[in-house]
């Protein structure tokens, strides 16, 4: 045993390690419960996760390190993870807690045997032995510490056991501050090798730990190499002994895990209890079924067919109720304002709307998480993306995207938040950039006010409602193709190994689901939902000024000066309203680009109506209606709306909205990024505007070539 640095005297920060899928979430919540804070690693977009605790007058801050498998990482998170435990990557830790699934010892215990490189007082928080005892088998703690070396306690999370006596053994840690120094029986060769390295670093004055330079000798891409690059005598002496390691037949890239999987492999013979497997056999049996080539597929997409059709019909009441809430306090505040015009639109058009734009979207988070949370828990999340590897893998996603991706066709804005299930940054940002191309609610009211002005009338319901299902795969068309192209040019990555573990059939834990959807739910008040919140008022502004009452009496005036035909289908206070939206900032921008979007069919009016839907894609409906003197209320299903979209003409006189401009519309809506919410929700996940941006530009230039092909195709057909 070693002595380490002296234990800190206020705050200890414990780093909270293990596999994933090993119960070690469940311990992070347990410890900290709702002290939790979410945020990223400097410079990157992996997630960091910490929270506190006090025991015994000290705090203790832990770091929930991302979960790996080895400490010679293959992706960025593990990277971090390794880094993190180093000490590179943030404070560095005073004690790490690893967490040991008892359930798979040996894939556990390879871990555990090279975290003992880092030189850190440890301690084994033992999980899954309730799991265990139902299948008649147990593990015998106190031989599993003697062959450990450090601290072991029993702690079953969910249930509150152990965590005192794992707070107790921490404590005790830190204070002593000794670490392990076990023998995991490498060959003598190896040892009589690292024996002379860590002499002769020790006359160089260099301080190492043996692991450290057994480390060093047996990977050649260690971080301790480049630390050695200012001493050519060092690095020579390793050069060396790894020529006479390699020239004793053992194989220097295989003998560091063969060693290390037959020390696990002992360890887990002398501390395994006897055993009844038919727990085992049962769930082999289940994953026969459920991994089916063909049956597993069935019933995934039964199960996602559920997942979506919850999140779709689920919160759309939920939804419906803050949307009515929202207009009822925007009704009873708007008389009270009356006498200020200005400020009745900011609180009403401008604060109000903005808060709803934020907080319905709140639904369909919750219960999207709450899913994922029940999935994950049950241990099904792993099967899943097992069978939808295969689907997926040729355009260079693997199996975990089919949550992000199903979840969009609901909304982008879970969808997006949901790539984190992804297992590397790239493959995270990739999902996530292409996720807002699936065909999302708020694309519905389009197709359906469209369709029905000038499909279902031409070709009737059968025609319609085909025309329907179609135009919800159109993105999903173009998203596979768009992913391969990413992965291939814009990160230029290799698919990383599909390394998943198929754990153990069990019931979620209702807290951490509860945990997780809450903790969620807050990280999108807390971001995106400030930045949809603040762009909401900058839209306002943008549609009600420039504003006077010399330009209202002119509206006025006009309106007078109309036929009576014309006053009949129009109010005036909806004609001024329209009038007002022309000559905003707002619509004297979509007046200045109508040239560019004449080729897709579009005029200013249709232009404007697609800015000002910018917040959200379903206030299209409701800004058509403005333009079109119909009033903000007029819904997808308004007669006077599609008789107002097909009576419209161009200057020329010929129809504004035809089958062919229609068809442009609805494509230009499937591919577009014309949705702040999602928008701020990608900067929120990337961690960076320029990602944001990068969609916004890509998917607008995707929806505006397509449209433009659509309109011009379609006016030489038709």
Not at 92 to 121: C, H, K, M, W, Y
Not at 241 to 253: T, Y
Not at 262 to 273: D, G, I, P, S, Y
């Amino acid at each position: 045993m070693a002595k380490t640095k002296p234990a800190p005297t206020s705050t200890a920060c414990v780093a909270l390690v293990g596999n994933p899928n090993s119960g070690k979430t469940t311990l992070f919540n347990a410890l900290t419960g709702m002290s939790q804070k979410v945020g990223n690693y400097p410079g990157v977009t992996v997630e960091k996760v910490t929270g506190t605790y006090s025991h015994q007058g000290l705090r203790y801050e832990v770091v929930d390190v991302p979960g790996l498998y080895s400490m010679r990482p293959v992706s960025l998170d593990e990277e971090l993870a390794a880094r993190a435990m180093a000490g590179t990557e943030g404070r560095p830790p005073d004690v790490i807690v690893f967490v040991l699934d008892a359930s798979n010892l040996e894939r556990n215990l390879f871990l555990f045997s090279q975290t003992l490189a880092a030189g850190l007082p440890t301690v084994v928080a033992l999980t899954m032995t309730d799991m265990l005892a139902r299948e008649r088998s147990g593990i015998d703690v106190a031989a599993l510490e003697a062959r450990l070396g450090v601290p072991v306690v029993n702690v079953v999370a969910h249930r509150k056991q152990g965590l005192s006596e794992l707070q107790d053994a921490v404590a005790r840690a830190i204070v002593e501050r000794t670490v392990p120094d076990i023998d995991l029986g490498f060959p003598t060769v190896v040892r009589e090798a690292v024996f002379r390295l860590h002499d002769a670093l020790a006359r160089a004055g260099i301080d190492a730990n043996r692991s450290e330079v057994r480390e060093t000798l047996l990977n050649p891409e260690s971080a301790w190499n480049r630390k050695l690059e200012g001493n050519p005598d060092i690095v020579r002496a390793f050069q060396e002994e790894r020529q006479l390691v390699l020239g004793e037949s053992i194989q220097g890239r295989t003998v560091d895990a063969q060693t290390r999987y037959a020390w696990a492999a002992k360890v887990r013979r002398a501390v395994l209890q006897s055993s009844d497997s038919r727990v085992r056999a049962v769930s082999d049996a289940i994953d026969r079924v459920l991994t089916h080539r063909f049956f597993g597929l069935v019933i995934f997409f039964g199960l996602m067919y559920l997942v979506f059709q919850s999140i779709y019909t689920f919160a759309s009441p939920i939804m419906g109720w803050i949307e009515n809430g929202i207009q009822s306090v925007q009704s009873a505040v708007s008389p009270a304002l009356a006498g200020a015009p200005l400020l009745q639109s900011l609180v009403v058009d401008g604060v109000l709307a903005g808060i709803g734009a934020v907080v319905v979207f709140l639904p369909q988070i919750a219960i999207l998480f709450c899913f994922i949370g029940i999935l994950e828990g049950t241990g099904y999340l792993a099967r899943a993306a097992f069978l939808m590897d295969r689907i997926l893998g040729w355009c260079g996603l693997n199996g975990r995207a089919f949550i992000p991706l199903l979840s969009s066709f609901a909304c982008a804005v879970p969808g997006i938040m949901a790539a984190r299930v992804m297992p590397d940054s790239r493959s995270r940002m990739a999902t996530a950039l292409v996720a807002p191309f699936m065909s999302c609610s708020a694309r519905l009211p389009v197709y359906v006010l469209l369709i029905g002005a000038f499909v279902e009338p031409q070709f009737g319901p059968a025609v319609a409602g085909a025309v329907l299902f179609v135009m919800h795969f159109v993105g999903l068309a173009v998203a596979v193709p768009m992913v391969w192209i990413l992965n291939r040019s814009v990160f230029k990555t290799k698919r990383l190994p599909f390394v998943l573990e198929l754990p153990r059939y069990q019931w979620p834990r209702w807290r951490d689901v509860a945990l997780t959807v809450t903790t969620r739910v807050k990280v999108f008040l807390q971001t995106a939902g400030t930045i949809i919140f603040v762009m909401s008022i900058v839209i306002w502004a943008l549609l009600s000024f420039p504003k006077s009452e010399a330009m209202d009496s002119q509206y006025q005036a006009a309106y007078q000066s109309q036929p009576d035909s014309f006053k009949e289908a129009r109010t005036e206070e909806n004609y001024v309203q329209a009038q007002r939206v022309r000559d905003s900032y707002l619509g004297q921008f979509g007046r200045a680009i109508e040239p560019a979007f004449v080729p897709a069919g579009f005029d200013w009016r249709i232009t404007t109506a697609v800015l000002a839907a910018f917040p959200a894609r379903e206030v299209v409906v409701s800004a058509l209606g403005i333009i079109f003197s119909l009033g903000g209320d007029a819904d997808e299903e308004s007669s006077d709306l599609r008789s107002a979209l097909a009576q419209a003409k161009w200057p020329d006189g010929r129809p504004l909205l035809t089958l062919a401009s229609a068809a442009s519309l609805m494509v230009f809506f499937a591919l577009c990024a014309q949705c702040l919410a999602t928008l701020a929700t990608i900067k929120r996940e990337t961690g960076s505007w320029k990602w944001a941006a990068f969609s916004f530009v890509s998917m607008t230039t995707l929806a505006y070539i397509a449209a433009v092909i659509v309109y011009q195709v379609g006016i030489r057909l038709v």
